[in-house]
């Protein structure tokens, strides 16, 4: 199981390490449960100074731009990221879909520049209120990882992640229910099996959208939901 934890724009350096620093045993007590956290770019070095080097909790980044270098003010780059040491990078966030106006093209090219550098994207798709009253979930969903995965050697797909988050579950307090999220991530297994192959089956595909500890169990105990996105845990960490 993975749990990642997007923190969007909240904690600054300071911040970020002291609470990097209460979490980064949780992996210790949480054996079978791999952690990402994506804290904002000014704060990725501070969260993995804070976790420290003898932690299984990884730092990703919230997004990258997919050049490795050149005239795009206010980017970063997988290889800087890299030499940051951060392990990977959320692509196709719905925020980013919505608010900078990322394409499925724009998306596929941030994936591949992640797995250029050797580094684990979380790839994020989902679907509108609209969308889903509309019965248009399934196939928007699909698209959304065709576009992504397109031409992309299984080898290569082993290395990602996919994180369904509906949008109009997200930080709304409505969320999906355990049958209707696992029917939506069976269908993106599906839709990985037409273009991967078997690995599809290796993939890990995690549920996101106003989870938290009362519903989490309940959603994570369905057969298709590899992990949770943004959850809530009691006790040591928010991730909202």
């Given at each position: 199981?993975?749990?990642?934890?997007?923190?969007k724009m909240t904690k600054g350096a300071h911040q970020a390490r002291e609470f990097a620093a209460?979490?980064?045993?949780?992996?210790?007590?949480?054996?079978s449960v791999d952690v990402v956290v994506c804290p904002?770019?000014?704060?990725?070095e501070a969260t993995i100074q804070g976790l420290g080097a003898?932690?299984?909790?990884?730092?990703?980044?919230?997004?990258?731009?997919?050049?490795?270098?050149?005239?795009?003010?206010?980017?970063?780059?997988?290889?800087m990221l890299l030499e940051l040491g951060v392990a990977g990078a959320l692509v196709g966030?719905?925020?980013?879909?919505?608010?900078?106006g990322e394409t499925d093209e724009i998306v596929a090219k941030k994936l591949r520049a992640v797995l250029a550098a050797d580094m684990h994207p979380i790839l994020c798709?989902?679907?509108?209120?609209?969308?889903?009253?509309?019965?248009?979930?399934?196939?928007?969903v699909a698209s959304q990882v065709r576009?992504?995965?397109?031409?992309?050697?299984?080898?290569?797909?082993?290395?990602?992640?996919?994180?369904?988050?509906?949008?109009?579950?997200?930080?709304?307090?409505?969320?999906?229910?355990?049958?209707?999220?696992?029917a939506t991530i069976g269908v993106i297994r599906a839709t990985l099996r037409d273009l991967v192959g078997g690995t599809a089956d290796e993939l890990r595909i995690l549920y996101g959208g106003?989870?938290?500890?009362?519903?989490?169990?309940?959603?994570?105990?369905?057969?298709?939901?590899?992990?949770?996105?943004?959850?809530r845990p009691p006790t040591c960490w928010s991730l909202s």
């Open positions: 199981m993975l749990i990642a934890g997007n923190w209460q979490i980064r045993r949780l992996p210790e007590r949480l054996p904002p770019y000014v704060a990725l003898d932690t299984r909790a990884r730092v990703y980044a919230q997004s990258v731009h997919w050049e490795l270098e050149g005239a795009f003010t206010g980017e970063v780059s997988a290889p966030h719905s925020e980013r879909r919505e608010l900078m798709v989902g679907e509108s209120l609209e969308q889903r009253e509309g019965g248009e979930t399934d196939e928007f576009a992504g995965f397109a031409s992309l050697p299984a080898d290569k797909a082993a290395q990602c992640v996919v994180a369904y988050e509906p949008i109009w579950a997200i930080g709304t307090g409505r969320n999906a229910t355990p049958d209707d999220a696992n106003s989870m938290k500890p009362g519903n989490a169990a309940d959603l994570m105990a369905m057969p298709e939901i590899d992990g949770p996105v943004s959850v």
